[in-house]
């Protein structure tokens, strides 16, 4: 019997790890310590996220990266592969994939899926994405979907209903044929995997709503950060079914707040690499729905320390405050990046999960 999966474990607050399988995890940075991505470091990274209780290890799926000094995530590793690595070598943690639709098969995702949730015993995730980015789907000589969610909604249908299916399956949808399909083994967990989507548009979270157990969004100021839970919840109830919110957070902490904002100031404004900043908000602007419109004018320094996710820069006890009150506004989980994962998540883990304990969010 396979135990439940850790997102759906006893703590308040779920934690889990972002990225560590692209260069550069979500800075984009030239200082020397910038993240490699080594195979090695991210086996490092895994591990300590594990011993430490965190719930889960969510990477990115890039092929193609944005250029720069550092051709910034052009370095990533294959996300079906680095999860089944690293269920070898880890013993609680979740470990999800993250699968572009309209670039992998659904049959083809059911089986690399459910193998990967049979090594790890049930800590499989599924991170679907629609893509945004014209440049990586022209290397599959693959335009972009107009309509991508109803793609997604047939591609995880296909998906469930190969797992639930007893007999080969025959489907005609709008954007896939299958004949006499069938995809054994199943996934162990039931129905399938649990499921994640990272959507700010309406279309993405009405996709989520429908059909996946956790969103994970955006917000530019806490005081907005409710708003978009309450959006999702409402887009939920209006279809039945209960939906966990989380979020993304780039992460400095020091013991003091000088030495924090000093280093976010070195490695996301005097070293950023600024080509490579420009060139991702720009594809992020103009193809993306994955942010407020004006965060990108407002927060260069976001994009260079993060991706554009909300900054948490300070000491263990005001970045704790901080995730407190992330909670309070309704997240259920928040995903963390680091510049160096190996060097900066002992520090966070021994001096922030402490107080989170004592605050009800963690056990």
Same mark, same amino acid.
């Given at each position: ?37 080594? !195979? ?29 000094? =550092?051709?910034?995530?052009? !370095? ?37 899926? +459910? ?11 599924? =991170?679907?994405?629609?893509? !945004? ?37 025959? *489907? ?13 083994? +199943? ?43 309450? @959006? ?27 030495? +924090?904002?000093? *280093? ?13 900043? @420009? ?16 965060? *990108? ?67």
């Amino acid at each position: 019997m396979i135990k439940a999966h850790p997102l759906h474990g006893p703590n308040k607050l779920k934690l889990g790890v972002f990225s560590t399988n692209a260069d550069g995890g979500l800075a984009i940075t030239d200082v020397p310590e910038r993240w490699t991505a080594s !195979w090695q470091d991210n086996l490092t990274a895994a591990q300590i996220a594990d011993r430490a209780g965190l719930e889960f290890m969510l990477p990115i799926a890039r092929w193609r990266g944005f250029g720069g000094r =550092n051709k910034v995530r052009e !370095w990533s590793f294959e996300t079906f592969t680095w999860a089944a690595a690293l269920a070898t070598a880890t013993e609680q943690i979740g470990l999800f994939m993250t699968v572009h639709v309209p670039l992998v098969h659904p049959l083809y995702a059911a089986k690399a899926l +459910a193998t990967v949730d049979h090594i790890s015993q049930g800590r499989a995730g599924l =991170n679907i994405v629609c893509g !945004w980015n014209p440049k990586e789907f022209g290397m599959f000589g693959t335009p972009l979907v107009e309509k991508g969610y109803d793609q997604a909604a047939e591609w995880i249908e296909i998906l469930e209903r190969l797992y639930a299916s007893a007999e080969p399956l025959d *489907y005609e949808g709008s954007y896939y044929t299958l004949e006499e399909a069938v995809s054994r083994p +199943a996934s162990l967990q039931v129905p399938r995997p649990v499921t994640m989507n990272a959507a700010f548009g309406g279309p993405g979270r009405d996709f989520a709503a429908a059909r996946c157990d956790y969103l994970f969004t955006t917000f530019s100021e806490m005081s907005d950060a409710g708003k978009h839970v309450a @959006d999702i919840r409402e887009r939920a109830d209006k279809v039945g079914r209960d939906v966990g919110v989380y979020t993304v957070a780039h992460v400095v902490c020091r013991p003091t707040m000088e030495e +924090a904002r000093a *280093y976010y100031t070195r490695y996301a404004v005097d070293m950023a690499d600024h080509d490579a900043v @420009d060139a991702h908000m720009a594809g992020k602007k103009e193809f993306s729905q994955s942010h407020d419109p004006h965060a *990108y004018d407002r927060y260069r320094q976001r994009f260079a320390g993060g991706a554009g996710t909300y900054p948490l820069i300070g000491t263990p006890e005001t970045i704790a405050a901080d995730m407190i009150a992330i909670a309070e506004q309704g997240y259920q989980g928040i995903a963390l990046s680091f510049v160096n994962y190996t060097q900066e998540l002992p520090y966070f883990c021994d001096h922030v999960l402490p107080i989170l304990r004592k605050a009800g969010l963690r056990e």
